[in-house]
């Protein structure tokens, strides 16, 4: 055996080895909470912390294996990305052991960041982002959008149009559509089924969001990892794929019109309530918070459920997961300008060739011309057909670069001019 076919053998036998130790770590399965600690909260005249215990969680097998898979790393870019994967899985396995404790917030943050951590620029934060979401959306309030009515889309009918849609998508690879009772989001999705929430209620927008999002990212990443022959690791949804993977899902909202302000809302609330656990809010507080902006205790509820999962009713260690969403589009939304500006559009496919971050593409890239890693078989449709995805690209890069505070200067003249009318 020569010693390019040893080094082919050796990588995939470490992301196999990783891709068997993420298998115990299923992070948002282990934090729900059932629906008698939601009825408790309401008789409790919601004056009282929800009592929530969690399964005991054993690291070992994860952690284990992950040791094993070190032995064989070495010191190439390839390695290093592996090890970074092994960190992921430690951490994952590690904050899973520490539910309800402070301990489990360290390694929270460790994963998916805390909202006051810089983006790439070294100076805007996810915070900053939604405090400018939640003041501009705000001076929207007397606007009239145009929009239907709003009223309540039952689960139902929602799994209908998810589930036409997967089987024009992926025909006979498919996932099934149900609706169950119980679910720590509204949908959840994997390759084989997606459950949507059945006492969830739904705007006109919500279907477009749920497939963008949940089908055409989540599902189809996921069913490309898993026909990756060499690479199994890539088939795993750990937590160091989860600001790529958000990033993308929350882009696909957006890059295909199904995304709205009341969405863009959501994601900024949850950011901001998340900063206020972190600096001692406790369940009450952040549940008060969420009732006076949204005036619905059943939401206000599992709004405030989703930021202390895991973590200290008491305030001081939430969940940050929820971070990730707003920080993922960002992030997502830079790499894609970069793509553009740098003529490669080669590179945008590999985007969905399993579960990955961003920062993965080099390595990806090398190991795709090692013959290690296939393109993925199923691409969102503004994707696959990317005509206005480039386009909406290369103006922005033009937009970029343009000074922008001095045309806002000239603008904000001209419409101070202007008296303020809504109709």
Excluded at 170 to 187: H, R, Y
Aim: hydrophobic share 40%; proline share 5%; glycine share 6%.
């Amino acid at each position: 055996m020569n010693k390019l076919a040893v080094e082919k053998e050796r990588i995939c036998k470490i992301s196999s080895i990783l891709y068997s130790a993420s298998q115990p770590i299923r992070i948002l399965t282990h934090l729900e909470w059932n629906r008698d600690i939601k009825r408790q909260f309401f008789a409790d005249k919601a004056k009282e912390l929800p009592k929530v215990s969690y399964p005991a969680f054993d690291p070992g097998k994860t952690l284990s294996l992950v040791t094993e898979a070190r032995s064989l790393m070495g010191n190439s870019d390839i390695d290093e990305w592996l090890k970074r994967i092994s960190t992921k899985l430690e951490y994952g396995a590690l904050m899973m052991a520490s539910v309800g404790t402070k301990k489990f917030y360290q390694f929270s943050e460790a994963l998916y960041g805390k909202p006051t951590n810089p983006f790439t620029d070294g100076k805007s934060t996810p915070l900053e982002l939604a405090n400018i979401f939640d003041k501009q959306i705000s001076s929207y309030a007397s606007y009239n959008f145009g929009s239907p009515p709003p009223m309540c889309y039952l689960a139902s009918d929602i799994a209908e149009q998810m589930q036409a849609a997967v089987t024009k998508m992926f025909g006979a690879d498919a996932p099934k559509v149900e609706v169950v009772d119980e679910l720590s989001a509204n949908a959840l999705a994997n390759p084989k089924l997606i459950r949507i929430r059945k006492t969830a209620c739904f705007t006109d927008l919500d279907a477009q969001q749920l497939i963008n999002h949940e089908a055409h990212i989540h599902v189809a990443t996921s069913i490309n990892g898993l026909n990756q022959p060499h690479l199994k690791i890539l088939a795993a949804g750990h937590p160091g794929t989860t600001k790529t993977q958000e990033g993308l899902a929350v882009f696909s909202e957006y890059i295909t019109n199904s995304i709205d302000l009341d969405r863009l809302r959501r994601l900024a609330d949850r950011i901001i309530a998340i900063q206020m656990s972190i600096e001692g809010a406790d369940f009450l507080d952040v549940y008060n918070y969420f009732l006076g902006r949204i005036g619905n205790e059943s939401q206000a509820y599992e709004n405030t459920r989703r930021v202390f999962r895991g973590g200290v009713l008491t305030g001081g260690a939430p969940f940050t997961k929820d971070g990730v969403y707003l920080e993922g589009l960002i992030r997502v939304h830079n790499f894609l300008k970069a793509i553009a500006a740098n003529g490669r559009a080669d590179c945008l496919k590999l985007l969905f060739c399993g579960k990955l971050d961003i920062e993965d593409i080099p390595v990806l890239y090398k190991l795709e011309e090692m013959g290690l890693c296939q393109p993925g078989k199923y691409l969102p449709p503004w994707v696959e057909d990317a005509r206005y995805l480039l386009a909406y690209l290369t103006c922005s890069e033009f937009l970029n670069k343009m000074d922008m505070p001095k045309i806002y200067s000239h603008y904000d003249e001209l419409l101070h001019s202007i008296p303020k009318t809504f109709n």
